[in-house]
């Protein structure tokens, strides 16, 4: 009898010990290192709450087994071959439910390894083709500059009437695509707009400062360049005597901006897109959540938590579809009405711009800095398509 | 007219911070024969260590840029003495051991300091207008202590015993050693010496531009054109070829935009490499 107990144990046992160790990877994508740092380690940051969120509750329950979810974060560089390199290292791994990748570039190179290797990503990119009918697979954490730049001129013009902007962006995909599209937002509202390209990489702006303040414009708008380029933009601005206001119709960054540059004083009159209502104590309370679950500070702020919405609505789908399969995942998603519990309410949109349905629309900030008194970041709601 | 003459500052400003940079650059390869990959790392470490020296432990900034240029020296020489010196000969080697420096680095400064720009300013602010002419006076000071640095190593490396020593290692290593000079002494302080330069730039420059954990990639790029383009080795070809390329980079960006302003530099080195393989005063490289 005893023989027998042992050996119903010994069989027992790997069972037992295979049902604790079930663990689902997803992936977190993004540039980790180097000048878009922030905007990565916000993926991770993202994808490492949603996760652990699961966790808390028990963990998700695929194929019949109760697993607990695990974080593989992947650092892109903000480059296409790190992300492509990164979609097909993520997929060696089994993983196909992807937080990432951030930029244009490195979507572009994600989309088709993505689709061939079966894997489901969210990326963060302005690029005119950030989301195409032939890549079902692709889903995106907010919509791009197309869906609220002209809301956000027209409340701009309100505190600081202008006739005239420069648009001062990086020269590839995502700063062309974002100029082009502010360009036009511009234009609709009576403003006349010119373009200002530069290398990515630039640490001295005064050329391009030069050659911006020989057009005489009414405000400069620092669009989608990296936060850091932004904040010594505005403070060499400033010293070669530029007293218009300064826009940013493109990504978060305001706080960056505001330490690189030298401070109020120096921002002196400023007007900027957030991808969230960043003054709602909800939204604030993110971070809270992150500290209490994962023991650490988040990185990111507003861009963190603009990317949590698409990370946990992934973990409902994952859990909803009882599988890791992307495409079954990806089903579950486009069914599910878009709303989070600390953002608020929200829509799909991107058919009418994209051909495709699968962008987050939740609502977004804009805020307004006169005379170097922050005035707030103002709450608008998103609107269905 | 106008842009012009702000070119023309601008140009100056620029070739004064790529000079300090280049000439370590320059200095590391032509003696050790060793091409520094870690060289924007010294540059990002003295940003951070000035930056730390003045907001935690609330030191006067001239104060942190001297202990940044200390720091980075040291660092730079127990690196060389301790783990360079071993495989110095060994070109593949150098090149893996600078490049897993400067990842240590900026993963360490990332993981130290966070991804994000640090709150780092000069401590004098505002500009000079002249008109439509400005010139800040933050450049100005660092333009100053630029060029003063640069007649100073000149006055080292030309004026001194040390100098002769080690130009004399840069000439012929064997011959060097034959009358009597010591490459374990003199290879690490060479590289103390260049990476203390890299240092006091980011001190210098950071808190003009911006200080996070990426600012030394582009510094790496910018030290290897402007030594190629003044001749791999050569001091007087480094400090000429600083100034050209940023009177070049200025006046193309200016003229041109910054997309086309960063082509030009790139075309104008690919025909001196062209016409010229050595370099603006480029002698036979060294053959170590």
């Known amino acids: 009898m005893r023989h027998l107990l042992l050996a119903v144990a010994a069989i027992m046992l790997p069972a037992t010990a295979f049902a604790q160790s079930c663990e689902l990877k997803i992936g977190a994508m993004g540039p980790m290192s180097?000048?878009?740092?922030?905007?990565?380690?916000?993926?991770?940051?993202?994808?490492?709450?949603?996760?652990?969120?699961?966790?808390?509750?028990?963990?998700?329950?695929?194929?019949?087994?109760?697993?607990?979810?695990?974080?593989?974060?992947?650092?892109?560089?903000?480059?296409?071959?790190?992300?492509?390199?990164?979609?097909?290292?993520?997929?060696?791994?089994?993983?196909?439910?992807?937080?990432?990748?951030?930029?244009?570039?490195?979507?572009?190179?994600?989309?088709?390894?993505?689709?061939?290797?079966?894997?489901?990503?969210?990326?963060?990119?302005?690029?005119?083709?950030?989301?195409?009918?032939?890549?079902?697979?692709?889903?995106?954490?907010?919509?791009?500059?197309?869906?609220?730049?002209?809301?956000?001129?027209?409340?701009?013009?309100?505190?600081f009437p202008m006739k005239s902007v420069a648009i001062v962006v990086p020269n590839d995909q995502t700063g062309t695509d974002v100029a082009s599209v502010d360009g036009a937002a511009y234009k609709a509202n009576g403003v006349a707009a010119t373009s200002e390209f530069y290398q990515r990489g630039t640490t001295n702006f005064a050329p391009i400062i030069t050659r911006v303040l020989a057009t005489h414009p009414d405000a400069v708008d620092t669009a989608s360049s990296a936060p850091g380029d932004a904040g010594v933009i505005v403070k060499q601005l400033r010293l070669a005597g530029f007293t218009g206001p300064i826009?940013?119709?493109?990504?978060?960054?305001?706080?960056?901006?505001?330490?690189?540059?030298?401070?109020?004083?120096?921002?002196?009159?400023?007007?900027?897109y957030e991808a969230v209502p960043t003054d709602d104590p909800k939204v604030q309370a993110i971070d809270d959540e992150y500290r209490k679950l994962l023991g650490h500070d988040p990185v990111g702020g507003t861009t963190f938590w603009s990317y949590l919405p698409g990370a946990r609505m992934t973990m409902k789908a994952l859990q909803t579809a009882g599988t890791n399969d992307a495409d079954k995942v990806a089903a579950v998603l486009r069914t599910m009405p878009v709303e989070d519990p600390n953002i608020g309410k929200g829509y799909w949109t991107g058919k009418k711009y994209f051909g495709i349905q699968q962008t987050l629309f939740f609502p977004f900030g804009i805020g307004i800095i006169k005379d170097g008194k922050n005035l707030g970041v103002e709450r608008q709601e998103a609107q269905p398509e | 007219m106008a842009e012009f003459s702000q070119a023309a500052i601008i140009g100056v400003s620029l070739g004064a911070q790529y000079a300090l940079l280049a000439l370590g650059f320059t200095l590391i390869f032509g003696i050790l024969g060793v091409v520094n990959f870690a060289h924007g790392g010294f540059y990002m470490l003295?940003?951070?260590?000035?930056?730390?020296?003045?907001?935690?432990?609330?030191?006067?900034?001239?104060?942190?840029?001297?202990?940044?240029?200390?720091?980075?020296?040291?660092?730079?020489?127990?690196?060389?003495?301790?783990?360079?010196?071993?495989?110095?000969?060994?070109?593949?080697?150098?090149?893996?051991?600078?490049?897993?420096?400067?990842?240590?680095?900026?993963?360490?400064l990332l993981t130290i300091f966070g991804p994000l720009s640090m709150e780092f300013a000069f401590p004098v602010k505002g500009a000079m207008h002249l008109g439509p002419i400005y010139v800040p006076r933050e450049n100005l000071i660092v333009l100053a202590i630029c060029l003063t640095?640069?007649?100073?190593?000149?006055?080292?490396?030309?004026?001194?015993?040390?100098?002769?020593?080690?130009?004399?290692?840069?000439?012929?290593?064997?011959?060097?050693?034959?009358?009597?000079?010591?490459?374990?002494?003199?290879?690490?302080?060479?590289?103390?010496?260049?990476?203390?330069?890299?240092?006091?730039?980011?001190?210098?420059?950071?808190?003009?531009?911006?200080?996070?954990?990426?600012?030394?990639?582009?510094?790496?790029?910018?030290?290897?054109?402007?030594v190629i383009l003044g001749g791999l080795g050569s001091l007087e070809g480094a400090a000429l070829a600083a100034f050209v390329v940023g009177v070049v980079e200025a006046f193309s960006s200016v003229y041109f935009g910054g997309s086309i302003g960063a082509l030009v530099l790139f075309v104008l080195v690919l025909l001196l490499l062209v016409f010229r393989p050595t370099g603006l005063l480029g002698r036979t490289v060294r053959g170590a």
């Open chain 2, 46 to 108: 003295g940003g951070y260590v000035a930056y730390s020296c003045v907001a935690y432990a609330g030191l006067p900034y001239p104060l942190a840029v001297l202990v940044a240029v200390i720091a980075t020296g040291a660092l730079g020489w127990i690196f060389e003495l301790y783990l360079l010196e071993r495989m110095v000969d060994d070109h593949l080697a150098t090149l893996m051991l600078t490049l897993g420096l400067y990842l240590v680095m900026s993963t360490g």
């Open chain 1, 34 to 159: 180097g000048g878009g740092a922030q905007w990565g380690l916000s993926m991770k940051s993202a994808a490492e709450l949603a996760a652990a969120e699961v966790n808390q509750q028990g963990g998700v329950k695929i194929d019949g087994k109760t697993c607990k979810v695990a974080v593989v974060s992947y650092d892109s560089k903000y480059t296409p071959d790190g992300a492509a390199a990164g979609a097909n290292a993520l997929a060696g791994q089994d993983i196909h439910l992807i937080i990432g990748p951030v930029g244009s570039v490195e979507n572009a190179a994600v989309k088709p390894v993505a689709a061939r290797n079966g894997e489901l990503a969210w990326n963060a990119a302005y690029a005119t083709n950030a989301q195409e009918p032939k890549y079902p697979l692709m889903f995106q954490v907010s919509p791009p500059p197309a869906i609220w730049a002209d809301l956000v001129i027209k409340r701009a013009m309100k505190t």
């Open chain 1, 247 to 272: 826009g940013r119709v493109g990504g978060p960054g305001t706080a960056e901006i505001l330490r690189v540059s030298g401070g109020m004083d120096v921002l002196k009159d400023f007007y900027w």
């Open chain 2, 149 to 226: 640095t640069i007649a100073a190593l000149w006055l080292v490396l030309y004026r001194t015993d040390l100098g002769r020593g080690l130009r004399a290692l840069a000439d012929d290593r064997a011959i060097a050693m034959a009358q009597g000079l010591r490459p374990k002494l003199l290879f690490p302080l060479a590289f103390a010496i260049a990476t203390a330069l890299a240092g006091l730039t980011g001190a210098l420059v950071t808190p003009i531009l911006s200080l996070s954990p990426g600012v030394g990639d582009p510094v790496l790029a910018t030290s290897f054109l402007t």
